[in-house]
């Protein structure tokens, strides 16, 4: 980053604080924080609305009671273990990292899972990209390997508890949410996901890839995609990917992480925003 950089940086960090109108009472919010907030549009403006947004999402939501560290939520691991999500090592054409997402690994009945739990390890994972300075600067794509999806791996409430907490509070650019794999009946329940979503979002980002050569129109080949299933029934190798340490990354950065987004929970405002982004 050059001296340039830096000071637009610097100026911007303390507009943003200067709009924010913290109490005196208010804990203080973090650079690294702020700067995810940044990150996401560089116009202060709109990185301290965001902030409001999401410290209220934070505190008169489920995302209220998350407990986002897998050295202290055992459920947690052991669902980021299973797969379901995967920041792979994988670039979109955008520059986007890829967030795999496996639903079919998502057992909510033999494990007595609850949507909340569910959208709690959503939001651990999107967190966890946004540590990324490449998804800070490019976003994400999200691909849906909708393989083998049945009735116990999703429950309606899931998406009416993540989409608020992602739609308009979260500081993380969403390129495209790409669907692959899905039978006539997840297309009909994806659809229906889709009118909780801004028309605008849906229409511009969303999109159901029926053809190898749909998905290649976004720089990505399906055939080296690490994960997906694949036409012999099986999942493709997970080439440069280790579970086993990436759980370890896990734990090592939930003990030294800073600027997490739970910072914006414990802030008290003198003043109202509303976020008026898109």
């Not at 797969?83 to 090592?89: Q, R």
């Not at 976003?139 to 907490?165: C, E, F, W």
């Not at 890839?209 to 080296?224: A, I, R, S, V």
Request: proline share 4%.
């Amino acid at each position: 980053m050059s001296s340039n950089d830096l000071s637009q940086s610097s100026s911007s960090h303390v507009e943003v604080l200067k709009l924010l109108s913290l109490a005196e009472e208010s804990p203080p919010l973090s650079t690294a924080t702020i700067l995810k907030f940044l990150s996401w549009k560089q116009d202060p403006a709109r990185a301290a609305a965001r902030i409001k947004c999401h410290s209220a999402w934070r505190k008169n939501s489920p995302g209220s009671t998350f407990d986002l560290n897998i050295n202290t939520n055992e459920r947690l691991k052991k669902m980021v273990k299973e797969g379901i999500l995967l920041k792979t090592n994988v670039v979109a054409a955008s520059g986007s990292p890829v967030l795999l997402v496996r639903l079919r690994k998502n057992d909510m009945i033999s494990d007595n899972r609850t949507p909340e739990h569910c959208a709690e390890l959503f939001m651990y994972m999107l967190e966890h990209s946004l540590d990324d300075p490449l998804v800070q600067k490019n976003g994400i794509t999200v691909v849906h390997d909708a393989s083998d999806i049945q009735r116990k791996n999703i429950n309606k409430k899931i998406p009416k508890i993540m989409l608020p907490m992602v739609i308009n509070t979260f500081p993380m650019k969403i390129k495209n949410i790409l669907i692959i794999n899905a039978s006539l009946w997840v297309r009909v329940f994806m659809r229906a996901v889709l009118f909780l979503l801004p028309k605008k979002f849906h229409a511009d980002r969303v999109r159901f890839c029926t053809t190898k050569e749909q998905l290649n129109e976004f720089g990505l080949d399906y055939d080296t995609l690490p994960g997906v299933m694949m036409e012999d029934g099986k999942e493709a190798e997970m080439v440069g990917f280790s579970m086993e340490e990436f759980i370890s990354d896990c734990v090592r950065r939930d003990i030294h992480r800073t600027g997490q987004l739970k910072e914006c929970a414990d802030l008290i405002f003198t003043d109202e925003a509303t976020d008026e982004s898109k």
